[in-house]
T-cell receptor
Framework: EPEVTQTPSHQVTQMGQEVILRCVPI?????FYWYRQILGQKVEFLVS????????KSEIFDDQFSVERPDGSNFTLKIRSTKLEDSAMYFC??????????????FGSGTQLSVL | TQLLEQSPQFLSIQEGENLTVYCNSS?????LQWYRQEPGEGPVLLVT?????EVKKLKRLTFQFGDARKDSSLHITAAQTGDTGLYLC????????????FGTGTRLQVTL
């Protein structure tokens, strides 16, 4: 089965530093997502992206966050100035169209971000 | 914003036992999905239920969507250690296919 790949698997950074988390969605998919999961808590939606623009974002996704599709294959999440509370597992996901309510999301294995 | 409450929060059972986990909300959904997440991995879709009262089976797993499409249950027969993981229900807002909202999760541990 095709996979969503994420790099790095672990990222340690100092508070206030910028981090970029990278994802390669499944090649024929059109909708991309970022989710995060703080240790022991639920999986939370951050943002969805379609046709080179943000489709929907949550309250978590403030001005410190941005997403980009810099080329035809990568999808990135940037956190400009990391805070301690940004420490979490960040999951990238993709789906074929994003237009069907019961469509399957394919998730990557995640990037564990630790902010010190 | 829908709130999907899952119960129980944690469940530890021995191999061979049966169990049921629940996903409840006060909202009505056009469809509901169940995912399983293993440690260090992303969630993986198990099933999608669409019709009120629908029952779907996936080997030893039985999924049911409530008649009113507000709740769902997952029943596992003769649990195995490989069933260990975090079980998540998830829904999309009616009319919006974009955002998938996850429930609070049930962490299942199956031991020998």
């Amino acid at each position: 089965e095709p996979e969503v790949t994420q790099t790095p698997s672990h990222q340690v950074t100092q508070m206030g530093q910028e981090v970029i988390l990278r994802c390669v969605p499944i090649s024929n998919h059109l909708y991309f997502y970022w989710y995060r999961q703080i240790l022991g808590q639920k999986v939370e939606f951050l943002v969805s992206f379609y046709n080179n623009e943000i489709s929907e974002k949550s309250e978590i996704f403030d001005d410190q966050f941005s997403v980009e599709r810099p080329d035809g294959s990568n999808f990135t999440l940037k956190i400009r100035s990391t805070k301690l509370e940004d420490s979490a597992m960040y999951f990238c996901a993709s789906s074929e169209t994003g237009m069907v309510a019961n469509e399957k999301l394919f998730f990557g294995s995640g990037t564990q971000l630790s902010v010190l | 914003t829908q709130l999907l409450e899952q119960s129980p929060q944690f469940l530890s059972i021995q191999e061979g036992e049966n169990l049921t986990v629940y996903c409840n909300s006060s909202s009505v959904f056009s469809s509901l999905q169940w995912y399983r997440q293993e440690p260090g991995e992303g969630p993986v879709l198990l099933v999608t239920v669409v019709t009120g009262g629908e029952v779907k089976k996936l080997k030893r797993l039985t999924f049911q969507f409530g008649d009113a499409r507000k709740d769902s249950s997952l029943h596992i027969t003769a649990a195995q250690t490989g069933d260990t993981g975090l079980y998540l229900c998830a829904v999309r807002n009616t009319g919006t296919a974009s955002k998938l909202t996850f429930g609070t999760g049930t962490r299942l541990q199956v031991t020998l």
